[in-house]
């Protein structure tokens, strides 16, 4: 499901390693510059493309982000809020939220999957980065940056390559080539600034939702 890839996707990189001079820079100037809004909403569209099945799936969603907590919609399937310490995952279909309390500081892969506190917090001890070059897409001037895993053998990733608006410094698009033949691609549309976000709009509304069944899975 797309949703497990785009939860690594939450905005705290921190990225070194690099392998040119220029890439450090963008990439700082990136997250310094997201982490700066008070709230922020990412709507974007996801394909995935299998090759060894040769099939592709698409899907559009939206997240809301503020610090480290989250809320992201995959309609219908899901959608997940994080609050910082509780992920809840709602699936409408079923009627059922999942309450789960991830370790956001554990450095494993298999936990940021599932962990959408922590895309982006890709370390130094994981990547490194290159500035490929700059061109034009989606009708912006981006940069194009190349992030290699540095400990190839233990990581889903062989290569991410982000593009970067040059003049907004806004993630524009997202390509992410996995070692089982599995492509994601996101384009996201340039981001609505809010104002700062309510925190219980990070935590699922169950009083708006009697019917559906809460499963506390933290105990």
Same mark, same amino acid.
């Given at each position: 499901? =797309?949703?497990?890839?785009? =939860?690594?996707?939450?905005?705290?990189?921190?990225?070194?390693?690099?392998?040119?001079? /220029?890439?450090?820079?963008?990439?700082?100037?990136?997250?310094?510059?997201?982490?700066?809004?008070?709230?922020?909403?990412?709507?974007?569209?996801?394909?995935?493309?299998?090759?060894?099945?040769?099939?592709?799936?698409?899907?559009?969603?939206?997240?809301?982000?503020?610090?480290?907590?989250?809320?992201?919609?995959?309609?219908?399937?899901?959608?997940?809020?994080?609050?910082?310490?509780?992920?809840?995952?709602?699936?409408?279909?079923?009627?059922?939220?999942?309450?789960?309390?991830?370790?956001?500081?554990?450095?494993?892969?298999?936990?940021?999957?599932?962990?959408?506190?922590?895309?982006?917090?890709?370390?130094?001890?994981?990547?490194?980065?290159?500035?490929?070059?700059?061109? /034009?897409?989606?009708?912006?001037?981006?940069?194009?940056?190349?992030?290699?895993?540095?400990?190839?053998?233990?990581?889903?990733?062989?290569?991410?390559?982000?593009?970067?608006?040059?003049?907004?410094?806004?993630?524009?698009?997202?390509?992410?080539?996995?070692?089982?033949?599995?492509?994601?691609?996101?384009?996201?549309?340039?981001?609505?600034?809010?104002?700062?976000?309510?925190?219980?709009?990070?935590?699922?509304?169950?009083?708006?939702?009697?019917?559906?069944? =809460? =499963?506390?899975?933290?105990?």
């Amino acid at each position: 499901m =797309i949703y497990r890839f785009f =939860i690594l996707l939450i905005p705290f990189f921190s990225l070194y390693g690099q392998t040119d001079a /220029r890439s450090p820079k963008i990439l700082d100037d990136m997250i310094a510059k997201l982490k700066a809004y008070p709230s922020v909403q990412l709507n974007f569209s996801a394909k995935v493309t299998r090759l060894q099945e040769q099939s592709e799936t698409t899907e559009n969603g939206k997240i809301w982000l503020k610090n480290n907590k989250y809320k992201l919609e995959l309609l219908p399937e899901n959608i997940l809020y994080f609050n910082g310490v509780k992920l809840y995952q709602y699936m409408p279909e079923v009627k059922e939220v999942n309450v789960t309390q991830p370790d956001i500081n554990e450095d494993d892969e298999t936990v940021r999957m599932f962990n959408p506190a922590s895309f982006f917090r890709l370390t130094s001890d994981n990547f490194k980065s290159n500035l490929v070059k700059e061109s /034009r897409q989606y009708n912006r001037q981006v940069y194009e940056i190349d992030l290699y895993p540095i400990h190839l053998k233990t990581t889903g990733y062989s290569r991410i390559r982000l593009f970067i608006e040059r003049e907004s410094l806004q993630l524009v698009y997202l390509k992410a080539y996995m070692k089982n033949g599995v492509q994601y691609a996101l384009h996201f549309e340039p981001y609505r600034v809010l104002p700062n976000l309510p925190d219980t709009f990070f935590e699922f509304p169950a009083n708006l939702h009697p019917e559906v069944e =809460i =499963i506390d899975l933290t105990f």
